[in-house]
Nanobody, 123 residues
């Protein structure tokens, strides 16, 4: 299973970035994505929830994301997108994609992590 993140980078405070995460297999297709989302980890800090969305559209935002970030999911493309607006220097972190998926009808739901994408907000 691969969770491929894209769209991180450097932005000035007050700016916007969009990051996406696409789930895929080396061969075959994913049976079911239960949910997808993002956690982040800044240097010296614990990993924290940013935003999560279920395949049915139920959304959970971490406190830091409320009112500024918007998560969406394209179930057909196995892709979740996080639109981040009004970025602050304290949003600087590695953003990790996370997903709970079922790879087959007889298999249990398992959790998967992507490698992370760096978001840096300059003041």
């Amino acid at each position: 299973v691969q969770l491929q993140a894209s769209g991180g980078g450097l932005v000035q405070a007050g700016g916007s970035l969009r990051i996406s995460c696409t789930a895929s297999l080396a061969s075959g297709s994913i049976y079911s994505i239960v949910d997808m989302g993002w956690y982040r980890q800044a240097p010296g800090k614990q990993r924290e929830l940013v935003a999560f969305i279920s395949n049915g559209g139920v959304i959970t935002y971490g406190d830091s994301a409320k009112g500024r970030f918007t998560i969406s999911i394209d179930n057909a493309k196995n892709t979740a997108t996080l639109q981040m607006n009004s970025l602050k220097p304290e949003d600087t972190a590695v953003y990790y994609c996370n997903s709970d998926m079922r790879l087959g009808p007889e298999l249990a739901v398992s959790e998967y992590w992507g490698q992370g994408t760096q978001v840096t907000v300059s003041s």
